[in-house]
């Protein structure tokens, strides 16, 4: 794998140390611990690096888009803990948006729901839908207080939208893993989605 001798390499188990993954990515050993749990979403490059030095192929990637668009029936989103728009099925973007045509930085969920006025008219119950972001994104941040994506796309939104600002601010929390949501299609109508 390139990486360097070591005194007393000695293994219990094969295959590579997270201290030796982290370094043949060049992230800390820390960063890549909090990847590896689920606590934080690698930006792009870093998961291309960590893709490139674990030598995977597409696979992965493939096996989940693949899944989503045998959801034909159901839209299905695939959000990172910051409910960054990580993949989404054809069925998802006809109900929400073209994802694809939103630059990757900015395919963040909440973000869209904040600063995209479309959006406002899709949600029929937009506040609730937008207080339910906030709260997720703060247990996020309780999560991961450290997390300078997280810092910085809470202060992109509090600057951009006094309800933010003034939600954010009230420090309740939530997981969204249940609920319905109504929407307001502009070619089909209005849809309550559980």
Known sequence: MGL???AHTQRRVQGLRREEVAELAA????YYVRIEQGRLAPSPPVLDSLARELRLDGDQRAYVE???AQLTGTP???FGPRLDILAWNPLAAELLCDFAAVPEPER?????VFTDPVMRDIYPDWEDVARTCVEVLRMEAGTNPTDPALTALVGELAVADQHFRAWWAEHRVAHQDFGSKRIAHSTVGELTLD
Do not use: C, F, K, Q
């Open 4 to 6: 360097p001798e070591r």
């Open 27 to 30: 992230i800390s050993t820390d």
């Open 66 to 68: 693949g899944l989503l």
């Open 76 to 78: 299905a989103i695939v």
């Open 108 to 112: 963040n969920y909440v973000r869209m």
